[in-house]
């Protein structure tokens, strides 16, 4: 089996749970912004809270796109933090940002 490394930075973090995101086919010119926090464990505290949602479309689309973001951390938590990364991480809100597949990712942990 591989085992990736221990998580060291907030960065690495945020792409962890990147990589499991899955924009709803078709969707465009979406964004969604989830806040989560995470414990020293690397599993989560409590789910994750939509901060900021910009879904074009539907009430529908708009409940899909937030509901693949949220299904993206669930997959991909606990990661695997490493000990100094958790000892620091208890509980600070990390911020990631889906977009759709036409749109720049960004990831940016809060100050």
Do not use: Y
């Not at 924009?23 to 809270?49: H, I």
């Not at 939509?50 to 539907?58: K, L």
Request: aromatic fraction near 4%; glycine fraction near 8%.
């Amino acid at each position: 089996t591989t085992h990736a490394d221990p998580l060291t930075t907030m960065d690495d973090v945020g792409a962890a749970v990147m990589s499991c995101w899955k924009p709803p086919s078709g969707a465009k010119n979406s964004t969604v912004t989830l806040s989560f926090s995470l414990k020293s464990d690397g599993s989560l505290v409590g789910p994750p809270e939509a901060t900021f949602i910009n879904v074009a479309g539907d009430e529908k689309a708009r409940q899909q796109f937030v509901a693949a973001a949220m299904d993206a951390v669930d997959r991909c938590t606990p990661v695997e933090l490493s000990p100094v990364l958790a000892q620091g991480i208890g509980g600070q809100p990390l911020t990631l940002e889906f977009a759709s597949a036409d749109r720049a990712q960004t990831i940016s942990p809060e100050n």
